[in-house]
């Protein structure tokens, strides 16, 4: 992030209190996505652009992803010296929606290039070197309406933007699937020709005229307006693959994700768990809002199966969750067993050992104490307490980790929250019961991460 960006970020941050506390509420819409003023040494660039905004043009910036700010400053062509990007709408234009390139000339700026779009906004931009050459390429999603998305990638030739392909889209990734070191993009998008499929195109680079072009298609087994979740992550060996989730209704009314694996195997994107006989995925379960992760460190992406626990009659179900990672082929290969408490924030690595021989309750009537309860299992029916994990909540929590013997297991800043344990009298005589050491290690704490997404 050049230094440039890096000022202007700070004087967002400043003027964002003052819009959020009321301190500007007389201000029109214009008047909030006006410039701050910038620093002397962006005196000339401040002189562009308002012989752009002089001309009645407005401040139009991306509206999601990592690059949000209407100006802009990146090294966009690696000689160590920011160019300016600045995002404006012009109403009476055809193509309203403006991104003007300045470059920094001694010691003022001098328009290099503008792109055009048309829409509604601008959705997002994104920098990314994609081919190696040490200069970025840009790419810009379109806001074409509220249920229409443009992407377009531009290379720039002396700061010039030439377009190198343009498409709707549902979701994007930037990933190099071949191996050969310089970075592809997999486009999830509707089939204009069936209605209701999904698809992932995959486009190349032709080295020899620096290009990009549409080198093979898969089919995805769930429309896009069902997609959930598109992540990188890498296979068994380390194979990059693009991991696709979806969410649908079962036959029997119940909520299911369905997860495709998109691969390179020259010369095609193959979707690697898609059966030849139905169409669509092999690795179908039940919905639990549970997206791939690699959920034991190992630098494969694993994939969960939940699975349900032992239940009395009547009772809400509680679930066990199965993670597998894959080959180059489609096998799969257990990895993991967890417990996850996605209403406390926490999750727990299963002991092998335990699986078939335990199942778990939750109880949280109060606000400030909740309580999962682990029992022990025989031939599907409930047994003895275990072991019970508290999430303590209240301003009251440090006494509360302490009493009935409770051991903590995690304290979390933010929220402020203790995880504590106790054990059963049970457990000890269990035959599968593992140190305490042990369960303290395979604890953790679920960390939300705000998603800087570009689509």
């Known amino acids: 992030m050049g230094e440039g960006l890096i000022q202007l970020k700070k004087l967002w941050v400043l003027l964002l209190p003052l819009l959020l506390s009321g301190c500007m509420v007389s201000a029109s819409a214009e008047d909030l996505y006006a410039l701050p003023k910038l620093p002397e040494v962006y005196e000339a660039l401040s002189v562009r652009l308002s012989e752009v905004t002089a001309e009645g043009a407005e401040y139009a910036p991306p509206q999601a992803g990592g690059n949000l700010p209407p100006v802009q400053m990146v090294d966009l062509n690696g000689d160590g010296s920011d160019e300016a990007l600045a995002f404006f709408r012009i109403s009476s234009e055809e193509r309203p929606l403006k991104i003007y390139i300045f470059r920094a000339v001694g010691d003022g700026y001098e328009q290099a290039g503008v792109i055009s779009g048309s829409g509604t906004s601008i959705h997002s931009i994104r920098y990314t070197d994609m081919d190696g050459d040490g200069v970025q390429e840009i790419i810009v999603s379109w806001s074409v309406s509220t249920e229409i998305q443009a992407l377009a990638v531009y290379a720039l030739e002396n700061l010039e933007p030439v377009q190198l392909m343009s498409t709707s889209y549902s979701r994007y990734e930037v990933i190099d699937l071949d191996g050969d070191s310089e970075a592809e993009l997999v486009v999830l998008r509707s089939d204009e020709t069936e209605t209701g499929v999904g698809l992932a195109e995959y486009y190349d680079w032709d080295s020899s005229n620096s290009s990009l072009y549409l080198q093979s298609s898969a089919r995805l087994s769930v429309p896009v307006g069902a997609l959930q979740w598109m992540q990188v992550g890498n296979l068994q060996h380390g194979e990059a693959a693009v991991f696709v989730t979806g969410r649908d209704t079962g036959i029997d009314e119940t909520s299911r994700a369905v997860t495709d694996i998109l691969v390179y195997r020259a010369p095609e994107l193959t979707n690697i768990v898609m059966s030849s006989d139905t169409g669509v995925s092999t690795q179908i379960f039940r919905y639990i809002n549970l997206q791939p992760a690699d959920i034991n460190g190992d630098g494969a992406m694993e994939v969960p199966m939940p699975a349900q626990l032992p239940s009395d009659s009547g009772e809400d179900p509680y679930w066990k969750i199965y993670w597998h990672n894959y080959d180059l082929n489609g096998g799969s290969q257990l990895q993991a067993i967890t417990y996850h408490n996605l209403t406390d924030n926490w999750y727990i690595l299963i002991p092998e050992s335990w699986d078939g ?82 369960i303290a290690e395979n604890f953790k704490v679920i960390v939300s991460h705000w998603s800087m997404g570009e689509n």
Do not use: C
């Open 357 to 438: 021989h335990f199942t778990v309750r939750q109880n949280n009537t109060s606000s400030a104490v909740h309580s999962t309860t682990f029992y022990s299992s025989f031939m599907r029916t409930v047994g003895d307490e275990l072991m019970t994990i508290y999430t303590l909540t209240g301003t009251d929590r440090e006494a509360q980790a302490s009493k009935n013997g409770r051991s903590i297991l995690r304290r979390q800043v933010k929220p402020d929250t203790i995880y504590a344990v106790t054990y059963g009298d049970a457990y000890e005589s269990w035959r599968y019961a593992v140190a305490d050491e042990v």
